[in-house]
Structures are given as C-alpha cells and as structure tokens.
C-alpha cells in the first residue's frame, strides 16, 4: 500500500504564498503521474497541476503563472509552490499518484487564504 503525506498548509492572506510537499512511500519514479488537486467547499474537486513520468508539468489556468509543481526524485517528495494567493484557492489540496493499475490519494491539507 502506497501512503501520500501532504504537509504545508495553513492560513495566509491575499497575496501571500506557501510551499505543500507530499511525501511517497515509495520511488515516484514508480508512478505514470503524479498531480495535486483542490476542493473547495461545495465544489467538485480539481486538478491543480501534474507531472507525468515523462513530459512537461501541466497547469489549471486559474494558477498558471502563480503554481510551480517540483518533484525531489531522491526525496520521494513532489511539491507546489504558491505564489499570489487569492481567495478563491481556498481548499483541501490533495497529492496524487498515478500507478500502472491502481490511484493513490493523501489525506489533504487545508489552504486558507483571507485577511
């Protein structure tokens, strides 16, 4: 069983940024893709950004330009850095991992930006 550790959330305001990390249990060279996701209250969840095994990261266009996703091949850990934070990326961030046959989620970690 494959464990997803998120970390990094917490509370900033407008403009602000934060740094999630998720932590594999295992190489994540293993996985076709890895990729964050979002959900807000009330919505359905998202796709943020995404990595795949080979290519370029993918972005939403509500955070191209202000997300940058990473990935630490030796740490086992992908990130996403966030810069400009609105309001409306208030959310439960969820890391995901892509395997040959099965999807693996983390728990989420809540983003909160206000004032």
């Known amino acids: 069983q494959v464990q997803l550790v998120e970390s990094g959330g917490g509370l900033v305001q407008p403009g602000g940024s934060l740094r999630l990390s998720c932590a594999a249990s295992?190489?994540?060279?293993?996985?076709?893709?890895m990729s964050w996701h979002r959900q807000a209250p009330g919505k359905e969840r998202e796709l943020v950004a995404a990595?795949?095994?080979?290519?370029?990261?993918n972005y939403a266009d509500s955070v191209k330009g202000r997300f940058t996703m990473s990935r630490d091949n030796a740490k086992n850990t992908v990130y996403l850095q966030m810069n400009s934070l609105k309001p409306e990326d208030t959310a439960v961030y969820y890391c995901?991992?892509?395997?040959?046959?099965?999807?693996?989620w983390g728990q989420g970690t809540q983003v909160t930006v206000s004032s």
């Open positions: 295992r190489s994540i060279f293993t996985f076709n893709r």
């Open positions: 995901n991992a892509d395997g040959i046959l099965s999807a693996y």
């Open positions: 990595i795949p095994s080979r290519g370029s990261t």
